[in-house]
């Protein structure tokens, strides 16, 4: 009884699921549970497999009692099946008739934790079985963990990281983007051959904790052989896993770490990649990363899985460019009220000619390859504002420029703010922040955002997407503003599932008092169903492309 007690003192209750049985023996295992002594027990009865499937997606259970003498039960198959889809730390006790010992035995070889004889047992049966199941289960479950841990780190180790890439190779076939990154900490080979394992050792214990703290709660990260780690980053794309990759970099060598009057700066090589539908293994996932690296040693270029690669732009050569104005230009596009249609604001864009790399995603990647994105973007920014002159007369436009989070990190508020004219502190002028660029915990960069919004610049959300993440930023920054990623909203007149997400994202907006701007709106469909939402404004080319 000692384990079980262990256990009731770790959950608030124990969730039982009931699989299949007749009301009889439904009753009869609710009163047996009653008598129990070890208390809360809460259970959920459902009559099919098909019902008790659908339950557990919706929530986890602690043990379940599957009757396999029920009618839509196969025996081993129905088991077999309800076992592949149980939360994996429960426990399953199956109940087979008095002949079917036969079928006990084999439930037991195949996974179950306890079978039942259904028509020989009471309650104090019922508690041993359900006893030796929960404790057989929870050793199980440690087993399994510790087996798929770094003792060192606490990080998931090469097995632990097969099962995860195997897990989420089923999301990439669907079409969902994951980024798997290869961090490689610099000299490690070479500390450990001269100093020795314990400074080697504390190198890779440090780095794990700066890693760890930088990533979102849904990333993965894993540590492998000669200081090497592995980074997973579900629904991302390989732009944002970039910024992610500068993000890990800076953390690693924001500060020396010192053992034993030795000191060591924490720097890391790296490889980027967009996990393929056949990468469902971490030797796949090993020739991946072995294949950019193969042909970044033969091109000469930074390591990244983009088709392109950046050409030799130095930094005083853009920077003059874009003092000059030449092959760099500024666009507006207007942001319209979706009740009426008149133009609210417009938003400043910077648009470059640097041969391919037009694209703005594009020239940015040459820029963070290189180490002066920031530099960059606090340029653009001042050309924006610059540019947005002749419409400063007019309190009835709001004015929007855009920055990344890392330039919001370094240069302090209290520059930008000197580079805002008057006019734009009153309340008029968004400061938009893509969400895809927030990486990790959004409260590094609060204190600038209070003091932009202490001193009348509002802040928008960019970029918005309906995940935990998107809910998290949001919450943390509370901007002004959201504006919806364009693919959550072109094509929503056809689109059902993209209309429930959207209304749901819209009510909770509206319990938080954030105005939300829907952007991607292309058609006058599209715009009717914003209408009928209640959307204050909109974005998109039904009203035209950024000039």
């Known amino acids: 009884m000692q384990h079980l ?39 959920v009865h459902v009559a099919s497999l098909g019902d008790a499937l659908q339950k557990i997606d919706e929530r986890d259970f602690d043990v379940a009692l599957l009757n396999l003498s029920a009618a839509d039960s196969l025996g081993l198959d129905a088991f077999m099946r309800f076992k592949k889809n149980m939360n994996q730390k429960a426990a399953v006790v199956a ?40 404790e057989k289960k929870r050793i199980q479950n440690t087993v399994a963990q510790n087996s798929s841990k770094d003792p060192l780190t606490g990080l998931l180790n090469a097995q632990g990281l097969s099962d995860v890439i195997a897990q989420q190779n ?170 009426d249609g008149t133009i609210t604001g417009y938003e400043f864009l910077s648009r470059f000619e640097f041969k391919d790399f037009e694209s703005p995603d594009d020239f940015f990647f040459i820029c963070r390859e290189n180490d002066f994105l920031t530099m960059v973007d606090h340029y653009c920014f001042m050309n924006c504002v610059s540019e947005s002159e002749q419409w400063f007369q007019d309190p009835s436009l709001g004015l929007h420029f855009n920055l990344f989070p890392s330039t919001l990190m370094e240069v302090e508020p209290s520059v930008l703010l000197e580079e805002l004219p008057e006019v734009c502190r009153s309340g008029r002028s968004h400061i938009e922040i893509s969400e895809r660029q927030i990486i990790g915990d959004p409260c590094y960069i609060v204190p600038a955002v209070k003091m932009l919004q202490s001193h009348g610049i509002k802040i928008a959300m960019d970029e918005v997407r309906f995940g935990p993440h998107s809910l998290e930023s949001i919450v943390t920054i509370r901007p002004q503003l959201v504006k919806i990623e364009r693919h959550a909203v072109t094509g929503i007149a056809k689109d059902s599932a993209k209309r429930r997400s959207l209304e749901r994202f819209v009510r909770v907006m509206k319990n938080l008092d954030i105005e939300v701007c829907a952007v991607g709106v292309e058609t006058q469909g599209d715009l009717d169903v914003i209408q009928n939402m209640d959307i204050a404004s909109a974005q998109g080319f039904f009203w035209g492309a950024p000039e």
Not at 235 to 249: C, M, S
Request: aromatic residues 6%; contains cysteine; charged residues 25%.
């Open 5 to 43: 007690n262990r256990f009731y003192r770790e959950a608030d209750s124990m969730q039982v699921l009931l699989v299949g049985h007749s009301e009889q023996d439904t009753q009869k295992i609710l009163d047996a549970l009653s008598q129990v002594p070890l208390k809360p027990v809460e259970t």
């Open 95 to 134: 109940f087979v008739g008095g002949v079917e010992e036969r079928l006990g035995l084999e439930l037991i070889r195949r996974g179950a934790e306890d079978v039942f004889l259904r028509d020989s047992w009471d309650s104090s049966h019922l508690e041993r079985v359900l006893q030796f199941a929960v």
């Open 170 to 339: 089923v999301w990439v076939v669907r079409g969902v983007d994951i980024v798997a990154i290869q961090l490689t900490l610099n000299h490690y080979g070479n500390v450990r051959r001269t100093i020795g394992d314990v400074i080697s050792e504390a190198m890779v214990k440090e780095a794990a904790n700066r890693i760890r703290a930088a990533l979102r709660a849904t990333d993965y990260v894993a540590c492998l052989e000669e200081g090497t780690f592995v980074v997973l980053l579900p629904q991302t794309r390989i732009a944002e896993g970039l910024v992610v990759v500068d993000k890990l970099k800076n953390v690693l060598a924001s500060q020396s770490l010192v053992i034993s009057g030795t000191s060591i700066r924490l720097k890391a090589s790296s490889i980027t990649v967009p996990l393929l539908s056949g990468t469902a293994t971490l030797e796949a996932l090993k020739r991946q990363f072995h294949t950019v690296l193969r042909r970044s040693l033969e091109t000469a270029v930074p390591v990244s899985g983009n088709t392109k690669q950046p050409k030799d732009y130095q930094l005083t050569d853009i920077l003059g460019l874009l003092r000059r104005r030449e092959s760099f230009r500024v666009v507006k596009q207007p942001i319209m009220s979706a009740r």
